[in-house]
Structures are given as structure tokens and as C-alpha cells.
Antibody, heavy 123, light 106 residues
Framework: QVQLVDSGGGVVQPGRSLRLSCAAS????????MHWVRQAPGKGLEWVAI????????YYADSVKGRFTISRDNSNNTLFLQMNSLRAEDTAVYYC????????????????WGRGTLVTVSS | EIVLTQSPATLSLSPGDRATLSCRAS??????LAWYQQKPGQPPRLLIY???NRATGIPARFTGSGSGTDFTLTISSLEPEDFAVYYC????????FGGGTKVEIK
């Protein structure tokens, strides 16, 4: 079954860290660029980060640059998001998403999404 | 920075009606636009990419059109499962989303 399963969310105090995971199955994970997209409660969608198929290239939204790190383990078909120095405004559901491009190409569209994991930053 | 503006914010329609959703870009983006559908408690689903290409498994009642700055998503005849929020998104290396249009039951 083609799917993404995100996990790792929870309640964390401002300034602390959290690591999200996304387990992929049913497709050739190591040929796809992957993204994280977030959605604050009751709000719209915000792209967070992208990592290339082999992990050699990474880009971030300005709002998280220097605090968040995207990575991947292709041997275990898993995507990660390390979130440091968390702020209240980082509170959101975080979705991992597959890039439509596949086959080592980046399309910047998102054709497969995890169900999301909620991160709440609160004291 | 290119901004995407969706209108209307809310569309109140009945099953069987035709829905027309708009997405306007602040600068020309050629045909680099996607549409997503999101239902409560669910992740978004890709409907349309490159302005008019239906994603895999998307019914033919969903049609995307437009280029440059003005784009439209048309749902020819609303089914009960189509009542949801719809977002447009520009294809770019910092992909912005529009603010969304909620299609609700009248």
C-alpha cells in the first residue's frame, strides 16, 4: 500500500526540541524528493522544507531556517524533521508529502500526504 | 514574493450545482499552479497540477484552467463528497498556497 505515516508530534515547551518522523511504504522512496508542509489550527497550508532524493540538497522556508533540519534515511524509507528552538507560532499539524516528480526530478507539487502529526508549543 | 489570492472565501451551493473557484497570482506564473482538496481532519489531496492536468484518480468533473495570473477550478456537478476546502499552490522553490475557498452545502 502506497502511504506515508507521520509521527512524533506532541506538546513541547517554547525553546525545546522535537523530532518528527515519516515512514514511507509502497513506492520507491529513494528516488523521490520529499517535503514537510504544516497547517496551524484553523489556518491554511505553509510549506516548510524539501530534501532531494539522495539527501544532498535541502531548502527551508525563512520562518524555520536555522532552527529546523530535514533529513532522510533511504535504507529505512524514513523522512525526518528535527525542530529546535520551537516557538508558539510553530504550533501546527505537520504533514510529510511526496513530490510529484519522482524519478529523481523535483516538481514542487505534492501528490501523496501523510495524515499529519500535531505539534503544540506551549508552556 | 508572489501572492495567491483565492475567491470567494466561501461558496454556498447545493449538490448538483456547478462550482467555480478562482485563484489569482500577483504576478504571472505561467501555468505553474496546482489545486488541492482538503476535508476536515484529513490531509490535502492533489486534484490538478500544471493548471489543467488532473492527478491520478481524480474524477473528470474537476477541471482546471487558466494561465498567467488567473486560474479557475470548476466542479461541473457537485457530489456530496466535494464539499470541502480547496487550495491553490504555485509551483516554485518556496511554494506559496492561497488562503483557500470553502465549498459548503447551501
Amino acid at each position: 500500500q502506497v502511504q506515508l505515516v507521520d509521527s512524533g508530534g506532541g506538546v513541547v515547551q517554547p525553546g525545546r526540541s522535537l523530532r518528527l518522523s515519516c515512514a514511507a511504504s509502497g513506492f520507491t522512496f529513494n528516488s523521490c524528493a520529499m517535503h514537510w508542509v504544516r497547517q496551524a489550527p484553523g489556518k491554511g497550508l505553509e510549506w516548510v522544507a524539501i530534501i532531494s532524493f539522495d539527501g544532498s540538497n535541502k531548502y527551508y522556508a525563512d520562518s524555520v531556517k536555522g532552527r529546523f533540519t530535514i533529513s532522510r534515511d533511504n535504507s529505512n524509507n524514513t523522512l525526518f524533521l528535527q525542530m529546535n528552538s520551537l516557538r508558539a507560532e510553530d504550533t501546527a499539524v505537520y504533514y510529510c508529502a511526496r513530490d510529484l516528480g519522482g524519478s529523481f526530478y523535483v516538481d514542487w507539487y505534492f501528490d501523496l500526504w501523510g495524515r499529519g502529526t500535531l505539534v503544540t508549543v506551549s508552556s | 514574493e508572489i501572492v495567491l489570492t483565492q475567491s470567494p472565501a466561501t461558496l454556498s451551493l447545493s449538490p448538483g450545482d456547478r462550482a467555480t473557484l478562482s485563484c489569482r497570482a500577483s504576478q504571472s506564473i505561467s501555468r505553474s499552479l496546482a489545486w488541492y482538496q482538503q476535508k476536515p481532519g484529513q490531509p490535502p489531496r492533489l486534484l490538478i497540477y500544471d493548471a489543467s492536468n488532473r492527478a491520478t484518480g481524480i474524477p473528470a468533473r474537476f477541471t482546471g484552467s487558466g494561465s498567467g495570473t488567473d486560474f479557475t477550478l470548476t466542479i461541473s456537478s457537485l457530489e456530496p463528497e466535494d464539499f470541502a476546502v480547496y487550495y491553490c499552490q504555485r509551483r516554485s522553490n518556496w511554494p506559496p498556497f492561497g488562503g483557500g475557498t470553502k465549498v459548503e452545502i447551501k
